[in-house]
């Protein structure tokens, strides 16, 4: 069964099935219940998926976000992909819709998700995540916070900690 843990440490089964880009020549074809698809099949389609509470979007690094702006929060969630944990593009992509494009909406993390950088992503935007299948989802809660305070502004706080201070 899988779990999605929140940003405020709740845990709870994922109902959002991620669609995986059909290969070449192939077409994607959506199962029953709430999905995320891929960013060009969303984008090639948005006329019909647009305003669904049940169709979601993923995006990979290298996808631009900013293809989204006009409807972005008509998506119930928005997950960025983290293809290896080294990869931090989608810290980036998280700032960008959180702080350009307003999204209000669940902004969950996917992929190559670990534990340490669980507080990171937070601070990113990120509202939710979904760890990689062999990290313990118990242990996540307590790596949120695991900082007291943040020394750069970030989405969380509009202040650096110098200016929080004085």
């Known amino acids: 069964m899988p779990e999605v843990i ?45 305003g669904r509470g049940d169709i ?49 909406n669940d902004l969950r993390a996917v992929g190559d998700v670990l534990l340490d950088q669980l507080q990171f992503m937070k601070r990113c935007g990120f509202s939710s995540f979904v760890l990689r299948a062999d990290k313990d989802i118990g242990k996540a809660a307590s790596c949120l916070n695991f900082f007291s305070q943040g020394y750069q502004a970030a989405t969380d706080t509009d202040e650096p900690l110098f200016r929080r201070r004085a």
Not at 74 to 100: C, H, M
């Open 6 to 50: 929140s940003s405020q440490g709740v845990i709870s089964h994922d109902d959002w099935v991620l669609v995986e880009r059909p290969a070449e020549g192939e077409t994607l074809t959506l199962p029953s219940g709430p999905v995320l698809v891929p960013l060009d099949y969303w984008a090639a389609n948005a006329g019909e998926l647009s």
């Open 56 to 104: 979601g979007v993923w995006l990979d690094g290298h996808d631009d976000p900013d293809v989204l702006a006009a409807f972005a929060n008509d998506l119930p969630v928005i997950a960025i992909n983290f293809p290896k944990f080294s990869d931090g593009r989608g810290y980036s992509t998280a700032r960008l819709l959180r702080e350009r494009h307003g999204y209000r």
